[in-house]
């Protein structure tokens, strides 16, 4: 079936610019990840998601950053006025539960360059 | 401040032979363990996990070691083949849903 899927692959934008990175977690999955690796350090946790609600946003690194997800499918990572320091790869994880045992699918992941 | 590390960046290693990664933590309250691995442009796949329950966890050619009292975590690959080339990611879990990832060590498994 179909994995987790995120857009654009590569996005290149100019800073003070705001973006949106997408993720479609697999189909049923109630939880919802989003991470950021950036050059040379781990994933690092932004938010989570269970069904539509967001109960630990505390991995946000500000508050230019925001997140959604509605029907409790598609998620939207939106960066507002970027800075150079946001150039990462975003990830994006699905899972069928919110425990910890819970295997997460990671998608591709959006290398975000801000210029 | 990272509370999980990898302090090998990359490790090389003769087909056949054994891969050790190695993986370090700080916080006493971790009860669950996991690793990842990655390969280009592709998103991490879990590959093994372990609770704070035990100390050794083996699935084929992967097995996780534990050892609380160190704080360490190790995956031992044997015997390791050119395809386990990849990143490794070790991450821990305190509680609920959120895990906190190492830096990755890059293996690379030469023919």
Same mark, same amino acid.
């Given at each position: 079936?179909?994995? =987790?899927?995120?857009? $654009?692959?590569?996005?290149?934008?100019?800073?003070?610019?705001? =973006?949106?990175?997408?993720?479609?977690?697999?189909?049923?999955?109630?939880?919802?990840?989003?991470?950021?690796?950036? *050059?040379?350090?781990?994933?690092?946790?932004?938010?989570?998601?269970?069904?539509?609600?967001?109960?630990?946003?505390?991995?946000? $690194?500000?508050?230019?950053?925001?997140? &959604?997800?509605?029907?409790?499918?598609?998620?939207?990572?939106?960066?507002?006025?970027?800075?150079?320091? #946001?150039?990462?790869?975003?990830?994006?994880?699905?899972?069928?539960?919110?425990?910890?045992?819970? &295997?997460?699918?990671?998608?591709?992941?959006?290398?975000?360059?801000?210029? | 401040?990272?509370? =999980?590390?990898?302090?090998?960046?990359?490790?090389? =290693?003769?087909?056949?032979?054994?891969?050790?990664?190695?993986? #370090?933590?700080?916080?006493?309250?971790? #009860?669950?363990?996991?690793?990842?691995?990655?390969?280009?442009? &592709?998103?991490?796949?879990? *590959?093994?996990?372990?609770?704070?329950?035990?100390?050794?966890? &083996?699935?084929?050619? !992967?097995?996780? !070691?534990?050892?609380?009292?160190?704080?360490?975590?190790?995956?031992?690959?044997? $015997?390791?083949? $050119?395809?386990?080339?990849?990143?490794?990611?070790?991450?821990?879990?305190?509680? !609920?849903?959120?895990?906190?990832?190492?830096?990755?060590?890059?293996?690379?498994?030469?023919?």
């Amino acid at each position: 079936g179909a994995g =987790v899927s995120q857009s $654009p692959s590569n996005k290149v934008t100019e800073k003070g610019k705001d =973006v949106e990175l997408r993720c479609d977690p697999i189909s049923g999955h109630t939880a919802l990840y989003w991470y950021r690796q950036s *050059l040379g350090q781990g994933l690092e946790f932004l938010i989570y998601f269970q069904g539509n609600s967001a109960p630990d946003k505390s991995g946000l $690194p500000s508050d230019r950053f925001s997140a &959604e997800r509605t029907g409790g499918s598609v998620s939207t990572l939106t960066i507002q006025r970027t800075q150079q320091e #946001d150039s990462a790869v975003y990830l994006c994880a699905s899972s069928d539960s919110g425990t910890v045992y819970s &295997e997460q699918y990671f998608g591709p992941g959006t290398r975000l360059t801000v210029t | 401040d990272q509370q =999980v590390k990898q302090n090998s960046p990359s490790l090389s =290693v003769q087909e056949g032979r054994i891969s050790i990664l190695n993986c #370090d933590y700080t916080n006493s309250m971790f #009860d669950y363990f996991l690793w990842y691995k990655k390969y280009p442009a &592709e998103g991490p796949t879990f *590959l093994i996990s372990i609770s704070s329950i035990k100390d050794k966890n &083996e699935d084929g050619r !992967f097995t996780v !070691f534990l050892n609380k009292s160190a704080k360490h975590l190790s995956l031992h690959i044997v $015997p390791s083949q $050119p395809g386990d080339s990849a990143v490794y990611f070790c991450a821990a879990s305190a509680y !609920f849903n959120k895990f906190y990832f190492g830096s990755g060590t890059k293996l690379n498994v030469k023919p």
